[in-house]
T-cell receptor, first 114, second 112 residues
């Protein structure tokens, strides 16, 4: 079975540009999570969806960040405008058991904002 | 909010040696997850513990959740180079509405 698929794997862009990260969860999983990982702060939850509906976005750092899940097989995390402090590895994860149960992670998108 | 502290932050062991990684929570743990992350890759689920005193094993890795449910340990027996990576503990917190809180990880290097 295919795991969680994220694209792109690497993104380098200039400050002020719009960045869109993409995620395809495992088929049949009804929870989808977006995390950000940095050396200083570790792995932080940004937002999660249940059945395509955002449930908790209190981890989203500011209004420059937005996430959507138009259908069960696709989600995007958008940063507009991007800033150097947004540089991090962004992970998407999905699960079938929601908040109690293992989450399956993608390989992440390494984002560098110059 | 719940905080998870992992110790040690990093570890270098010789192949064949045993090692233990600890994860301590500031609040009661309702569900504790161990993940392994290889450098440059995503997290791979290892084990989940929910009951105080619970112990689970997978190959040479054993994880325990203490009776008071505020600490978990991960023990690797006869370490191998394939065990190298970053080990993270994650925890459910049903009161916060968040999915998982994670510790900052323990970086493990196994030398020949």
């Amino acid at each position: 079975d295919a795991g969680v698929i994220q694209s792109p794997r690497h993104e380098v862009t200039e400050m002020g540009q719009e960045v869109t990260l993409r995620c395809k969860p495992i088929s049949g999983h009804d929870y989808l999570f977006w995390y950000r990982q940095t050396m200083m702060r570790g792995l932080e939850l940004l937002i999660y969806f249940n059945n395509n509906v955002p449930i908790d976005d209190s981890g989203m750092p500011e209004d420059r960040f937005s996430a959507k899940m138009p259908n069960a097989s696709f989600s995007t995390l958008k940063i507009q405008p991007s800033e150097p402090r947004d540089s991090a590895v962004y992970f998407c994860a999905s699960s079938a058991l929601g908040l109690v149960g293992p989450q399956h992670f993608g390989d992440g998108t390494r984002l560098s904002i110059l | 909010s719940q905080e998870l502290e992992q110790s040690p932050q990093s570890l270098i062991v010789q192949e064949g040696k045993n090692l233990t990684i600890n994860c301590t929570s500031s609040k009661t743990l309702y569900g504790l997850y161990w993940y392994k992350q290889k450098y440059g890759e995503g997290l791979i689920f290892l084990m989940m513990l929910q009951k105080g005193g619970e112990e689970k094993s997978h190959e040479k890795i054993t994880a325990k959740l203490d009776e008071k449910k505020q600490q978990s340990s991960l023990h690797i027996t006869a370490s191998q180079p394939s065990h190298a990576g970053i080990y993270l503990c994650g925890a459910d917190n049903p009161n916060s509405g968040y999915a998982l809180n994670f510790g900052k990880g323990t970086s493990l290097l196994v030398t020949p």
